[in-house]
């Protein structure tokens, strides 16, 4: 009788803890309140965030995060000021008790997160801040080009198979 009771509380436990979602719960909180100090611009510490295996990876200081084990995670020692308080006094409010329950119900939960998960791209690797690099002009079969944007629009043509179309007289270019 005893033991059927014990049961049915560890079933009723796991039936109410909740569920967490990763992606739409712990990511976002995690870039809004940690990705300025330890996202792809800094990684104070060594540390960087911004996926779950970076987060298993860690820092200076080790994993940041046990999966399955929040009480020996350091992310939660340090959110719930036990270790250094972060995010630090100086960067905003500490977070709040939901905030901090939902990333350690998310890391007792296994601390899972999507396979494809890519780290966030460095924004300093834009496009806009690359040096332009000429591209090599393309050689190419055909005799109608006039200049190197032809031979471009040329190339493409010669690889579709189509034949450009004969050049217009001066009064339908007019018109």
Not at 20 to 27: G, P, R, S
């Amino acid at each position: 009788m005893y033991h059927s009771r014990v049961l049915f509380l560890a079933v009723m436990v796991s039936s109410t803890a909740r569920a967490v979602d990763y992606a739409n719960e712990v990511k976002p909180l995690l870039a809004a309140r940690c990705y300025a100090c330890h996202g792809s611009l800094q990684q104070k510490g060594g540390l960087r965030l911004d996926t779950v295996s970076l987060l298993l990876k860690g820092g200076d200081s080790g994993p940041a995060i046990v999966s399955g084990k929040s009480g020996e995670s350091i992310l939660i020692d340090h959110i719930t000021g036990k270790a250094r308080r972060m995010p630090p006094p100086s960067d905003g409010a500490p977070l709040d008790r939901k905030e901090i329950d939902t990333i350690k119900a998310w890391i007792d939960a296994g601390a899972k997160g999507s396979a494809d998960e890519r780290p966030e791209p460095d924004p300093r690797d834009h496009w806009a801040f690359r040096v332009p690099i000429r591209p090599t002009i393309p050689t190419v079969n055909s005799v109608w080009g006039k200049n190197s944007l032809d031979a471009f629009i040329a190339a493409r043509h010669e690889k579709r198979g189509l034949a450009p179309r004969p050049e217009a007289d001066r009064r339908v270019l007019l018109r």
